[in-house]
């Protein structure tokens, strides 16, 4: 017999740890190769670990909620094989679970009205990663976490010390403070509490109460500290597509016959964002405290839908520098391995601009939330047929074009009304002046 040390797997060269979320087996329970084991929470999607053996798992050496480092043991199978063995297995990514990426920008967000958690106190005090989390997470400040007494080694505060710490504080009674108060005095996390406790919601027999899913937490949470971050503004443009709607009639069944793939609206107008975003790189930034990080890479986030209705946004790198056909492999590979749930943690990671098709819902524009830490977002509304002034040398005359809705929404602090519109009325002039005799 062979004792098999099962170790978290590497899942994208920036994930440096993840938290295990449910234990698939228990001990005792027999092993097949390839079949998941546990499932884990990485900063950016939640995985399946399989076994890359055979076997029975005899020991579990973590627990559920618990943070392991990459490279760790998280698990002993005991094989018929002789000699001890470390296996390193390959998680199968699940996309249609919860993006844990939202979880740093809520931490971000949540920096804003609170003072940051360092990892030493002005007294000396260390906190580890986790404790610092649960901190930022639940509303825990700086000085709340000094008065709380250690049991670990040299005093340091575990996991369990904080977790009692805020229980406690949730049975001990609250002011109702008033929002001006509570907006002065409280983190986002108390001010929840507050809100809940003075407008209860009223339930009567016949409804039915729902459980969010964890994913909708999160994205609930991420939508509401992004605009507590964020001063939103959105503007709004026209434009006439007739010509690229003519264009691809004409060639899209050529462009199947020889690339073999099919060709949509979306690579056509992603490619002319990233043109865009090339005359006007102070769009593609994002901001730290008081300095704004320029991006050298122009990363397009693209909104795809997954078979449970959440939606997730894969990144297609350097997206400037793709042509055409490289821009319809990118975006027809994201979308089809977002709804098969083969996508990778690297694959939603690193986006510097995101672009959102609300026209795929039948809405004609909205007005999108800023994809934290990014800056702008675009929501492309959908294309209809209406009519339309034309000018002409012999004057003028109505006619039905095709024209669709563009919605731009950027972050004030650094993006003025004069840049957000600039942007898409460049947009707007690439896409109207495209060339109906042009080769793809």
Do not use: C
Request: net charge negative; hydrophobic share 40%; aromatic share 4%.
């Amino acid at each position: 017999m062979a004792r098999f040390e099962l170790k978290l797997p590497k899942m994208g060269e920036s994930v440096a740890e993840a938290t295990i979320t449910s234990w698939l087996k228990e001990v005792g329970d027999t092993i097949e190769l390839d079949e998941a084991i546990v499932e884990i929470a990485t900063d950016k999607v939640d995985s399946e670990v399989p076994s890359e053996v055979e076997g029975t798992l005899i020991e579990i050496l973590y627990q559920k909620d618990d943070i392991v480092a990459v490279g760790e043991t998280i698990a002993i199978i005991e094989t018929e094989a002789t000699g001890a063995i470390a296996v390193e297995a390959k998680p199968t990514v699940e996309t249609s679970k919860e993006v844990k990426e939202v979880e740093k920008s809520i931490e971000k967000a949540a920096d804003i009205v609170s003072a940051p958690i360092s990892k030493t106190s002005e007294s000396g005090k260390f906190y580890s990663p986790l404790v610092r989390n649960i901190a930022q997470t639940e509303g825990v400040s700086m000085q709340e976490l000094e008065t709380i007494s250690g049991s670990g080694k040299d005093g340091r505060v575990t996991k369990e010390d904080i977790l009692t710490y805020i229980e406690q504080k949730v049975k001990s009674p609250q002011i109702v403070a008033t929002p001006a108060a509570v907006l002065k005095t409280e983190t986002p996390k108390q001010v929840e509490k507050i809100v809940a406790k003075v407008a209860p919601v009223s339930i009567n027999g016949e409804d039915e109460i729902i459980e969010m899913s964890r994913m909708g937490k999160l994205v609930a949470k991420h939508m509401v500290n992004s605009v507590m971050t964020s001063a939103h503004v959105q503007s709004f443009i026209e434009i006439d597509v007739t010509n690229i709607v003519k264009w691809r009639d004409k060639v899209k069944d050529g462009f199947f016959k020889r690339e073999g793939e099919k060709l949509t609206y979306t690579p056509i107008l992603m490619q002319a964002v990233a043109t865009t975003i090339k005359k006007y790189p102070l769009i593609n930034i994002s901001i730290d405290g008081d300095h704004i990080i320029k991006k050298k890479n122009i990363n397009l986030g693209m909104a795809a839908a997954l078979p449970d209705g959440n939606l997730i946004v894969p990144v297609i790198k350097n997206a400037d520098q793709l042509n055409l056909v490289g821009m319809t492999k990118a975006v027809n590979d994201l979308a089809t391995r977002a709804r098969n749930n083969t996508l990778k943690p690297d694959d939603i990671q690193g986006g510097t601009y995101t672009v959102t098709n609300v026209g795929g819902f039948g809405s004609i524009m909205g007005t999108p939330i800023i994809n934290q830490p990014q800056v702008a977002i675009l929501a492309l509304g959908a294309i209809r047929k209406v009519p339309a002034v034309i000018e002409t040398p012999e004057g003028d005359f109505i006619g039905i074009r095709q024209k669709m809705f563009v919605s731009h929404s950027y972050d004030h602090r650094v993006v003025n009304g004069a840049l957000g519109g600039m942007f898409i009325s460049t947009l707007k002039e690439i896409l109207e002046a495209w060339d109906l005799n042009q080769d793809f």
